[in-house]
């Protein structure tokens, strides 16, 4: 594949989002950069969701703008990837989902099974490639979920709780597999309110609270020594269930 | 039940004269749910997924053309056929083209609508995925289509049940011409009116036996098919 300049940085300029009438992100600015691993950290209803929605380009501003450095969208959706938080899978066998992942890319097809095997090698699904994928497990539905955006070989991926439903096993596993995006080089944004994760999976925190970002920091400074009360309010009541 | 039992040998007895009848139903009828489906699966599906100006009210409409009377449709497919008429010239009145084109009519509403009540349901959990990989409407109408197949097939079975029960609208434009346009529904209305109440119990047994086997067929295939694929 030739090299080619990365769609980041993303920059969010004055970003506001409201549905109903109802405030959910007010006057995000921030950028992302290809390094480091962001965690987007806030209790349940802050707006992590909908940040990263609007960051991924399924949610569009109400006011501000999202840009990429490339200024073809068609591009910019193919390179980045998102896992939700409960994975929707398609009602045909686990490489098929990962296959359908590829065709959508423009993947010519004689290359979309050797690409969707190594996807499904890299999160361990290979032995369950012809399983249908709506009965595998949970924790099974949520790596195959990763194997197709591993197919994608996406510049950023967002994942919007990832682990939210899953045994802390399973749990674990995905935190293996996100590491092994790192390592290949995709940019991080997971969206957390699980401090042990953030700390496991992360190189930054941005902590967001009632849709506004009140903090941004390197991981290890952000558990030493929050510089908001807010965020270290919401350590001391997340703590006991890390 | 003995004038069931006495109807089903006045059936038997019949052969040649009732096995035309029942071909020529199932002809029909499922000639007009193969054209109600072509039809009504896309357009169910363009609701389900595309947000246009009146969607909603073409939704309302949809729901209540599925209580159409087969008699008015029958009329007003007949206004369109008959001599006079635009289509006149087609020369289809009292031919099974016509009892094709009414059913088609009546059953395209019910496919419509309940694929896009099936597909919208889909849609709302497929949405956010397949935007995220970048699926076009198009595409992702397709793979809603694929992925709520067994849905699908309830909503098609729903249309064929209408089809084959339905008297109003085949006896309008079909004229029960015997031999050329009798169907089950039409014969069991004729040998009512007549008095021939066992001929008539006897059609509408072999009439119900057909729509039963139907339907088991398609819910084994269903069920088998929801079993291995989730």
């Known amino acids: 594949m030739a090299k080619r300049a990365s769609i980041l940085p993303l920059a969010l300029d004055n970003v506001s989002y409201a549905s109903n009438g109802q405030s ?9 950069d290809a390094e480091p691993s962001t965690i987007i950290l806030g209790a349940n209803g802050a707006g992590k969701s909908v940040l990263m929605r609007l960051m991924h380009g399924l ?7 999202v840009r990429w450095n490339e200024p073809d969208a068609a591009s910019v959706r193919r390179r980045q990837a998102m896992v939700f938080q409960r994975p929707v899978m398609l ?27 190594v996807a499904l090698d890299e999160v361990g699904l290979r032995h369950l490639a012809h399983r249908p994928a709506r009965v595998l497990s949970g924790g099974e539905q949520q790596r195959l979920a ?9 510049e950023v991926l967002f994942l919007d709780e990832p682990t939210a439903n899953l045994d802390p096993g399973a749990a674990r596993e995905i935190e293996t597999v996100i590491r092994a995006f790192d390592a290949a080089g995709t940019k991080i944004v997971m969206a957390t309110h699980n401090l042990g994760q953030a700390r496991r999976v992360g190189d930054e925190v941005i902590y967001l609270q009632a849709g506004r970002v ?29 | 039940m003995g004038a069931i039992a006495e109807g089903l040998r006045r ?41 246009f100006a009146g969607r909603r009210a073409v939704i309302v409409l949809l729901n209540a053309l599925m209580g159409l009377p087969p008699v008015v449709v029958g009329l007003l497919i007949y206004l369109l056929l008959s001599r006079a008429g635009p289509l006149g010239e087609l020369g289809l009145l009292f031919t099974p083209g016509a009892m094709i084109i009414a059913q088609s009519v009546l059953v395209l509403p019910i496919i419509a609508a309940l694929a896009r009540q099936a597909l919208e349901d889909a849609w709302r959990e497929y949405e956010e995925q397949l935007r995220s990989l970048g699926a076009r409407e ?34 309008i434009v079909g004229g029960n011409i015997d031999g050329v346009t009798r169907v089950m529904t039409t014969a069991i209305a004729l040998e009512t009116s007549k008095g021939d109440l066992p001929l008539a119990l006897g059609l509408g047994a072999v009439l119900i036996a057909i729509v039963l086997a139907v339907n088991a067929a398609a819910q084994l295939i269903k069920e088998g098919a929801q079993r291995r694929y989730g």
């Open chain 1, 146 to 154: 990763l194997a197709r955006a591993w197919a994608l070989h996406p």
């Open chain 1, 91 to 117: 009602r045909r066998s686990a490489l098929a989902n990962v296959l359908y992942a590829l065709s959508l890319a423009g993947v010519p097809a004689a290359e979309r099974e050797a690409q969707a095997l």
């Open chain 2, 11 to 51: 059936v038997l007895e019949l052969d040649r004269e009732l096995w035309h009848i029942v071909v020529l139903s199932l002809e029909v009828s499922l000639c007009a749910v193969f054209i109600a489906t072509a039809l009504g699966l896309p357009l169910g599906a363009l609701l389900a997924v595309k947000r």
């Open chain 1, 24 to 32: 959910i992100i007010s006057n995000v600015t921030l950028t992302i």
């Open chain 1, 59 to 65: 949610l569009s501003p109400s006011a501000g703008r």
């Open chain 2, 138 to 171: 198009l595409q992702a109408g397709f793979t809603l289509m694929w992925d709520a197949r067994f849905s699908l097939v309830t909503a098609v079975l729903a249309g064929l049940g209408r089809a084959a029960a339905e008297v109003g609208a085949v006896m």
């Open chain 1, 214 to 242: 009140i903090e941004r920091a390197p991981i290890e400074q952000f558990f030493a020594r929050p510089a908001s009360a807010e965020a270290a309010a919401f350590m001391k009541g997340e703590l006991p269930w890390v």
